[in-house]
């Protein structure tokens, strides 16, 4: 049962659900300036997130959970600095990494905005440790560039290009990339 175009939002007052529906259709409308049915727009969903000064995104698919920064975290003797250690989350070891250091960008301790993003993958299970997470961002097929840009972490060989939207740009940083690195897979010192 859809909503007509062009229906009146007060008419739509005492069913919610349809309400909901008919804003997010506007909504679309005014960001494509098309008036095409929602189901014509294709979007991809990613997570935001911060390192140092710098904003990323990683596609939702390659992230099982965000967590807060385990307080116990047990070193792995003969681990590379940038290994943070293994912490038990509900009954499993979980490698956990400090993504900065990795990249070369140091470490000043964890914040109460310091997040672990648990990556998705069968292969090698891990945690990376990031500034700050900003949450689901969607965006538009079109606004997708596939040149990645220049950023300070010097992390350019885990991007995918880069999701453009206004004065904002969200380099898409690839968890995948990063979990099948050589320099990530060797921890050890």
């Known amino acids: 049962m859809g909503v007509a175009a062009g229906t009146d939002l007060r008419s739509l007052r005492k069913r919610p659900f349809e309400l909901l529906q008919e804003l997010e259709r506007r909504g679309r409308v005014a ?8 189901a014509d727009v294709s979007e991809w969903v990613g997570v935001g997130f911060r390192i140092a000064d ?6 939702r698919d390659d992230i099982r959970e965000i967590m807060i920064v ?33 990249l070369g ?14 990556a998705d993958s069968s292969e090698l299970s891990a945690g990376v440790i990031v500034d700050a997470v900003f949450g689901f961002r969607r965006f538009l097929d079109q606004e997708f560039n596939s040149d990645a840009p220049q950023t300070v972490a010097r992390c350019d060989r885990y991007l995918d290009g880069a999701y453009e939207r206004g004065q904002e740009t969200w380099p898409v940083f690839s968890m995948k990339r990063l979990l ?10």
């Open 54 to 59: 710098e904003q990323f995104i990683v596609a």
């Open 31 to 38: 960001l494509t300036g098309t008036a095409g049915d929602a």
């Open 180 to 189: 099948s690195s050589d320099e990530f897979r060797n921890a050890a010192e």
């Open 105 to 118: 960008g140091g470490t000043k301790g964890d914040t109460r905005e310091s997040r672990v993003l648990v």
């Open 70 to 102: 385990p307080q116990a975290i047990t070193r792995v003797p003969g681990a590379k600095p940038w290994v943070r250690g293994l912490a038990n989350v509900r009954g499993h070891l979980l490698p956990i990494v400090d993504l900065k250091a990795f």
